[in-house]
């Protein structure tokens, strides 16, 4: 499941909440079953790419705070961990737990998104990568033109 970099995400809701044209022909085009509802999609869009910001966001932070873990615990003296350490460790918890959250917002934004929009995913792709996919396109798909 490769998600949409943060600032395409941004740019996807500022388009939504703006009402662009360029992103309601992205949208006529990747969802031809929706027929002339394009203003519904566009607003069950924008919960969704939030929900998908969150959740690369958290994933975001959950790399920097292990690898500036990784860099502390390198050179710990064996024994007793330092108070630095015991920090990062409870703030990689928390980060991580932000994310579970963020993965769970996500995966009720799907189902929302899904509902709402009229859109069906394939068989045999969850949800939540099939979302993830749609909104890479529709991100792409603005753009390039």
Not at 25 to 46: D, E, F, H, M, Y
Not at 128 to 141: C, E, P
């Amino acid at each position: 499941m490769q998600a949409s970099p943060l600032s395409a995400l941004t740019d996807l809701i500022d388009r939504a909440e703006r009402a662009d044209p360029a992103l309601d022909a992205a949208l006529a085009a990747l969802a031809p079953s929706v027929g002339k509802n394009i203003a519904q999609l566009r607003t069950a869009l924008v919960p969704l790419a939030r929900a998908q910001s969150a959740l690369v966001q958290a994933n975001i932070d959950i790399d920097l705070v292990a690898d500036e873990l990784r860099r502390y615990q390198k050179y710990a003296m064996p024994g007793k961990p330092s108070l630095q350490i015991v920090q990062l460790r409870k703030q990689q918890a928390s980060v991580k737990q932000a994310a579970l959250l963020a993965r769970q917002a996500f995966a009720q934004a799907t189902h929302a998104f899904l509902r709402e929009s009229g859109l069906t995913a394939p068989a045999r792709r969850t949800p939540t990568d099939f979302t993830t996919l749609w909104l890479g396109k529709v991100s792409a798909q603005v753009a390039a033109g």
